[in-house]
Each structure stands twice: as structure tokens, then as C-alpha cells.
């Protein structure tokens, strides 16, 4: 109740994150939105309007370039500005207040924020290497072509735990940035790293993630049957599936806050 409470309360917030991400997005799309037109997801479910749009697909070389390398400078810019307003979303979670004043709390959160992040990674880099390295070993070791379905069998096996790895790392990251609010950089990884072991944070992220990966399936329905759910219906599911993600989000952020608070007498809090 008191994640609601919060979550809620920084709807705002979470809106001006939901407009930030669709100005990067439509600047992504437009050009090649505007080349294909409005009627080529329709004639692309058809196999006679793939083959068509196969024809055409040196024309549309020129638009894919222009939205390739759109994409990747909105990606970047994304990247540069997520531990800003990830901070601002987490203080206006903390506490109340209001948007101009969490985005400045989180502006001087940044340094520590990408601290926090640059440690992570290395921390994840570290606990990968082992299952690397057997994977490497066992490509040296089993790459006669007569072996090869062994081979391929026994490297998805050493490399299946990298998932488990990249799990952890992910929640790890959200808990030591929620910790960052109070604490400097290590002491945040540390607890970050404790806090992820927790069954108490899996047990509520769990149904969070389903949650999320429900909305993003109907993200993708929306795509599928553009043509059944006409103009507006198409834009009032994507935007609204957008929106209710990022507020299941900002649920998930609440209880890492919760989850890495720092109580009287903690030896990590800085």
C-alpha cells in the first residue's frame, strides 16, 4: 500500500518521463513512418503485400539508414540522461514533491547515480567471468565438427546461469540506486547486492515483471491487428500500455526504496 501510495503521488513525474521517452520514440519512427504510410502493417500481414514490400526494400534503404542511426542517438541521449531522471523519479518517490524540485534533486544525484552504475557493472562483469571462461574452455575443448551438437548443447548450459546473472545485476542495480539517495557509491552497491538476495524483493518483482510483460505484449498487439483496432483505438492501447508500464515501474522503484531505507544505526548509510 505504501508503494501505491507513492507511485501515485509521482504520477507527474512519471508522465514527464512518459513524454521525454515518446519525443526520443516519435523522433525515431517519423521518417520511416512517413516512407512507408499508413497502410503497411496491414499488407504486410498477407504473404502477397510481404512480397511486394520486398520488392520495394532498396527504395526504403535511405529511410532505414536515417532511422537506424536515429535510433541510436536517441539511445545514447537516453543513456545520458537515465541516472538523472531515474534520481528524480526515486526522490519524488521518497518524499513529497514537486516536478521542477525532483528534477533538480536529481541532477545532483547524477555523479553518484553513474557511480553507482560503472561499479555495478564491474561487479557484473566479475561474476560473469566464471561462466565465460567454462564456455570458452568447453568451445577449446569440444569443437571437432563431429561433436558439434554437443558442442552447441553443452555451451547453452554453461551460458544459460549468464541469465540468472544478468537478473540479479538488473534488480541489484535498481536497489543500490535507491540506496544512492542516502549513501555513497560502494556503500549503495553493497547494499544493492545484499538487498537482491532477498526473497522479500523477488517475491513482489516477480508479479511486477509479469505485470510489465503483460503490457508490452499488448504493446505488440497493436502492431498485429492495427487494422482491427483502427487509427485512434491503435494509438489510445499503445500510449496507454506505454503509460501503465512506466507507472508499474515506478511501483517497482517504490519498493526498492522500501527495501533499501536506511535504518537507525546501519553501517552503510553514509
Known amino acids: 500500500m505504501r508503494a501505491l501510495t507513492a507511485a501515485l503521488r509521482t504520477l507527474p513525474m512519471t508522465f514527464a518521463i512518459y513524454v521525454i521517452e515518446a519525443v526520443l520514440a516519435l523522433g525515431c519512427s517519423a521518417p520511416l513512418a512517413l516512407e512507408l504510410g499508413a497502410d503497411t502493417r496491414t499488407s504486410l500481414i498477407s504473404a502477397s503485400g510481404r512480397a511486394a514490400w520486398l520488392d520495394r526494400a532498396l527504395e526504403l534503404a535511405p529511410a532505414l539508414r536515417v532511422t537506424g542511426r536515429s535510433s541510436v542517438l536517441a539511445l545514447l541521449v537516453l543513456l545520458v540522461l537515465s541516472p538523472w531522471l531515474q534520481m528524480a523519479w526515486l526522490h519524488a518517490l521518497s518524499r513529497p514533491l514537486g516536478l521542477r524540485r525532483a528534477l533538480e534533486q536529481g541532477s545532483h544525484s547524477y555523479l553518484r547515480a553513474l557511480s553507482t552504475s560503472l561499479l555495478l557493472g564491474c561487479v557484473t562483469m566479475l561474476l560473469l567471468v566464471p561462466w565465460a571462461g567454462a564456455a570458452w574452455l568447453c568451445h577449446v575443448l569440444v569443437s571437432a565438427p563431429a561433436r558439434a551438437r554437443v558442442h552447441d548443447l553443452l555451451l547453452c548450459v554453461l551460458l544459460a546461469p549468464c541469465l540468472l546473472v544478468l537478473a540479479y545485476a538488473h534488480v541489484a542495480h535498481d536497489l543500490a540506486r535507491a540506496r544512492a539517495l542516502s549513501s555513497g557509491a560502494f556503500a549503495a552497491v553493497r547494499v544493492g547486492l545484499r538487498s537482491a538476495l532477498s526473497g522479500r524483493v523477488w517475491l513482489v518483482g ?60 546501519s553501517r552503510d548509510a553514509a
Open 206 to 265: 516477480l508479479p511486477l515483471f509479469a505485470a510489465a510483460l503483460g503490457l508490452r505484449a499488448a504493446q505488440l498487439y497493436t502492431f498485429v491487428h492495427d487494422a482491427a483496432l483502427g487509427v485512434w483505438g491503435n494509438v489510445a492501447l499503445l500510449q496507454g500500455a506505454c503509460m501503465a508500464a512506466l507507472f508499474v515501474r515506478s511501483l517497482w522503484l517504490a519498493v526498492c526504496l522500501g527495501c533499501t531505507e536506511p535504518r537507525a544505526g
